[in-house]
């Protein structure tokens, strides 16, 4: 089973930083064969269902504000906020949907 | 617009069983699989599975085999989980997700209590 690890598993922000949270792979979600990487980004925020953010890696969703980039593949990937406001404080969550489906830990975020 | 409407929240003691639904809109239901979500109380999310809902094969993540069945009423576009022999590590919300591959479409979670 592919196990999926993210880092760091909480973090203190203050609005208008820029945030970068990991997630990493224990094998390569990149298909050979139409070279995307087979990876998702949810946006998690209390009482409420996961919201899909980005997928392969850095397709963003539409609605999604720019903010928000994925990058990385193979098995390494990142997801950058690159000015935190006050209505992303919340969880975040990778997934890999190359071998069944597995999610990361999840990356908490809270205000500084 | 597409929706995913789940039943309300349960209470259970031990040992007894649930089922869990998911009403699927604004799609063909049959075209997509149908995915499982448990996230117990201030986890994270774990996939439990999912099932075609054009075979109705199921599909059992490790931690799942046993107690848990996938099901489908296709002519009422609803998946349904059941979980028998209810434990206290059952606690959790339950999400129902639509597939093919990431999911974009989430039910809105039921909470299943398993308390004495």
């Known amino acids: 089973d592919i196990v999926m690890t993210q880092t760091p598993s909480s973090q203190a922000v203050s609005a208008g930083e820029k945030v970068t949270m990991s997630c990493k792979s224990s094998?390569?979600?990149?298909?050979?064969?139409?070279?995307?990487?087979?990876l998702a980004w949810y946006q998690q925020k209390p009482g409420q269902s996961p919201k899909l953010l980005i997928s392969?890696?850095?397709t963003r969703e539409s609605g999604v504000p720019d903010r928000f980039i994925g990058s990385g593949s193979g098995t390494d990937f990142t997801l950058t906020i690159s000015s935190v406001q006050a209505e992303d404080l919340a969880v975040y969550y990778c997934?890999?949907?190359?071998?069944?489906?597995?999610f990361g830990g999840g990356t908490k975020l809270e205000l500084k | 617009q597409i929706q995913l409407v789940q039943s309300g929240p349960e209470l259970k003691k031990p040992g007894e069983s649930v089922k869990i639904s998911c009403k699927a809109s604004?799609?063909?239901?049959?075209?997509?699989?149908m995915h499982w979500v448990k996230q117990a109380p201030g986890k994270g999310l774990k996939w439990m599975g999912w099932?075609?809902?054009?075979?109705?094969?199921?599909t059992y993540a490790d931690d799942f085999k046993g107690r848990f069945v996938f099901s489908l009423e296709a002519s009422a576009s609803t998946a349904n989980l059941q979980i028998s022999n209810l434990k206290n590590e059952d606690t959790a919300t339950y999400f129902c997700?639509?597939?093919?591959?990431?999911?974009?479409?989430w039910g809105q979670g039921t909470l299943v209590t398993v308390s004495s």
């Open positions: 997700a639509r597939g093919p591959l990431y999911h974009f479409y």
């Open positions: 604004g799609y063909t239901f049959t075209d997509y699989a």
């Open positions: 099932i075609n809902t054009y075979t109705g094969k199921p």
């Open positions: 094998q390569s979600l990149l298909y050979s064969e139409n070279k995307k990487n087979y």
């Open positions: 392969w890696a850095s």
């Open positions: 997934e890999q949907y190359y071998d069944t489906w597995t």
